[in-house]
């Protein structure tokens, strides 16, 4: 297999981690300057983002059905390829929980946790761009422990944001939105280390 059929691959893994970072970076100005007039709007917006993630799959697996010599095992590739497009979908998700549940303010903590879920939609990229010559990459594996770190800090938000919620909020129909919300916020950053500790098996395997 030449060069640049080797590199289609992993192009489409940044350019897919690339939709994240896009899609996080919406739902992050979403929340720190929210309008709840807007949100119809900003859904189609993302929704967008997340179709256009989902073409670059779909190129991935189309490209492995034909392939008769890939550079990593098929199952890595596609793996890979389903992993980085769950963060983005579940990036949407988060916006669509803001939506069903008519929010009509943001709470702080939750603005606080989309930051930490930026930052690792941001790192998730950096990595993949390391993982295109992961044999040689200096600093792949620091961005894999980078991730780790960025999804235990949103745990610890998670926890934080979950118990102000129930202390503080007398509305329980308020409690029961937010904490769906809560938890798709957290689920992102999951998503993001499921996509590093995916790296590192292939990694592992292929040294």
């Known amino acids: 297999m030449s060069k640049k059929q080797d590199m ?4 489409k893994f940044i350019e897919s981690a690339e939709a994240s970072c896009e899609a996080a970076q919406l739902l992050k100005k979403v929340l720190e300057n ?7 709007m900003r859904l189609d917006e993302i929704h967008e983002i997340e179709h256009k993630a989902d073409n670059k799959r779909h190129q991935v697996m189309d490209s492995l059905a034909r392939a008769f010599i890939v550079p990593i095992e098929r199952e890595d590739i596609a793996s890979l390829g389903d992993n980085i497009d769950e963060v983005t979908d579940k990036l949407e998700d988060v916006l669509i929980r803001v939506y069903i549940n008519n929010v009509e303010e943001i709470r702080k903590d939750a603005v606080d946790l989309m930051g930490v879920v ?8 950096n990595m993949m761009k390391d993982f295109a010559d992961f044999r ?8 894999i422990i980078r991730i780790n770190e ?6 610890q938000l998670f926890v934080t944001g979950m118990r ?4 503080t909020e007398k509305d329980a129909i308020k409690i029961i939105a937010w904490r769906e919300i809560y938890s ?7 998503a993001c280390e499921h996509v590093a500790d995916t790296v590192q098996n292939v990694v592992m395997k292929n040294s």
Do not use: G
Not at 8 to 11: C, H
Not at 34 to 40: C, D, G, K, M, V
Not at 184 to 190: F, G, Q, S, V
């Open 150 to 155: 960025l999804e235990e800090k949103a745990d």
């Open 184 to 190: 798709y916020m957290e689920k992102c950053a999951d």
């Open 34 to 40: 929210y309008n709840a007039e807007e949100i119809q």
């Open 8 to 11: 289609f691959y992993f192009e």
């Open 136 to 143: 040689r990459s200096k600093t792949l594996k620091e961005r």
């Open 164 to 167: 102000d919620l129930h202390v």
């Open 118 to 125: 930026s930052q690792c939609c941001e790192e998730m990229k």
